[in-house]
């Protein structure tokens, strides 16, 4: 598949579960950790892929990784967990889209400081960068979800 096909698919799927959580949704486990996990493979595996990788594009994708996770982990302690019907639901709050913005102001200006001290252009890809964000925001309201005591929503059936 194109890359750039996949990667609006993925830009297309990542703002509707963004409107999606603005409006409210019940958190099960499969859901909260699917897509991060997939899209973090999608990523790792483009990168595996890739020609031309240098040690310091990995030096500097293991870097931006981590600080993905981080900065997803942040944003994840601003979502609004809540108990509706006895399971638990999550929704984005204004907080959150702070959050979102100064992120990619943050990954904007570790994406220019990686590649002026060497890092190639294309070696870090949107899959991996979203996936990683979305994961350390997934570990932070599974976290959260599991000690409020209130149980995940079942994953539904014929899924």
Do not use: C
């Given at each position: ?18 409107i999606?959580r603005?409006?409210g949704?019940p958190?099960?486990a ?14 790792v595996m ?11 594009d ?23 967990l809540t108990?509706r ?9 204004g907080r ?5 913005v100064?992120s ?14 060497g ?5 870090r890809?949107v ?7 979305f ?15 209130i149980?995940?929503?079942p994953?539904?059936?014929g899924?």
């Open positions: 598949m194109n890359p750039w096909l996949l990667t609006a698919i993925i830009v297309v799927l990542v703002i509707a579960v963004v999606k603005r409006i949704e958190v099960n499969r859901e909260l950790f699917g897509a991060p996990v997939i899209l973090t493979g999608i990523g483009s990168l595996v892929k890739m020609t031309g990788v240098t040690g310091t990995y030096a500097w994708v293991v870097s931006g990784a981590v600080l993905g996770a981080a900065l997803g982990a942040l944003r994840g302690t601003t979502i609004e108990d019907n006895g399971a638990l639901w999550q929704r984005y709050t959150t889209f702070l959050v979102m100064g990619l102001v943050a990954m904007a200006g570790f994406n220019v400081l990686a590649v002026r001290m890092m190639h252009e294309g070696a890809p899959q991996l960068s979203l996936g990683v964000s994961l350390g925001e997934s570990l932070v309201v599974g976290r959260r979800g599991m000690l409020s005591g149980p995940f929503t994953a539904a059936r899924r």
